[in-house]
């Protein structure tokens, strides 16, 4: 069996790779399970260490990695070095702080001496998306190694070379061999993969669908998880907000990463009173976007990853169409070679379609209009995700009040949803659960070991 990268630009294979073998992934896995006590004995300022270099090797490669990127998947090469730019900027940080976040913490009690140690688990199993191909590995990878845990990646079929490059990066930057492996392995082999006891949890990034799985697999298996999932983020517009500003956020918000992102926003709850305005202008910025090539700089929207993906986001569409929804620009595939679809706005979008019910996951913006603050709230709350959502208004109390009770994971305030080393990242309801990144994320693939002295 075969994985190809195709050119989301042209439509045209670029290349075959060989999938792995059963018995294939078996020896790697018996590699890491093999390294693994000894990765584990390492110190906290060994490993270290090494994702500082790590670091170091990501800016080094930044252009190759960042046009990889954009061949395989299409996000502009813009973009894609600030995705490069944001995975040495993680391994900055936890180069910089896992020592503190995993040192030995002092319960008091009335024990001569009690304390949390944080031990690592062992061999952690990532299934990783292609919409960042690079940051999602790093996000999993660079935290749970660090904590002295191997780490296996089944990254999407669509990014074979993004996971050879990834595997060669920590070899180039020291780790030792089996501490972290890609593994281009087909469906079937994930199941024997989380089943297998050598394997101690699973970290999955991407669908619903998938996360369902991957819980049902590993919960059987008593295995822990951490499931980052779809999102349909609020991005709520208050009668008072600066609409320049929310606007010109609302672009970047829907359109990055030619809108396939999770914590993209993607239902645009307006004010009764700004709706009209906010409307016009959101228009003439989206139809303002530059539509081409995405290795070229000028270009402001590249393809979508898959030809299946467009698909489906068109049928989407068109259920909103057929059921009253309000075409405002856009709505349709572009002819000819690559996976293509215009940069899109539907209003007056109502429970029953499937752009209220669904994610979207392409360059499609939904606008629902709203008569005040609280049916704002109850807008943005009744959709069953809950990744991230931002408010914009100029009364930071009223933002801070509704901010609270949004039912996300993040809620953001005259700003984006974002991802963010320092921050915790992850979400609720079919959004998934468990969390990355900050100390939080250091954290979810150890053991948290209660020390008793007597």
Known sequence: MTIQSISPVTGQV???????????????????????????????????????????GLRAGKETFAALITREMGKCIGEARAEIEKCAWLCDYYADTAAGFLADETIPTGAQRSYIHYQPLGCVLGIMPWNFPFWQV?????????????????????VPNCAR????????????????????????????????DRVHAVTLTGSERAGSAVARQAGAALKKTVLELGGSDPFIVLDDADLDAAVKAAVNARFQANGQSCIAGKRFILDQRVAERFTERFKAAVESLELGDPMDPATRLGPMARKDLRDELHAQVEDALDKGARKVTGCEPVDGPGWFYRPSILADIRPGMRAWEEELFGPVASLITVANDDEALEVANASPYGLGGSLWTRDLQRGERLARQLESGGAYINTITKSDPRTPFGGIKRSGYGRELSYLGLREFVNIKTIWLA
Do not use: C
């Not at 018995?23 to 590699?31: F, S």
């Not at 093999?34 to 390492?42: F, L, N, S």
């Not at 890609?182 to 089943?195: F, R, W, Y």
């Open 14 to 56: 670029m290349e075959s790779v060989e999938t792995m073998s059963h018995a294939q992934a078996d020896v790697a896995l018996a590699r890491a399970d093999e390294i693994g006590p000894a990765w584990a004995k390492k110190t906290i300022d060994q490993r270290t260490a090494l994702l500082a270099r790590l670091g170091d």
């Open 165 to 196: 490059a990834l595997e060669k990066l920590f070899l180039d930057a020291g780790y030792p061999v089996g501490v972290f492996q890609n593994l281009p392995v087909d469906v079937d082999a994930v199941s024997k993969l989380i089943e297998d």
């Open 138 to 158: 790093i996000r999993f990878a660079s935290p749970a190694v660090t904590a002295g845990n191997t780490a296996l990646l089944k990254h999407a079929p669509n």
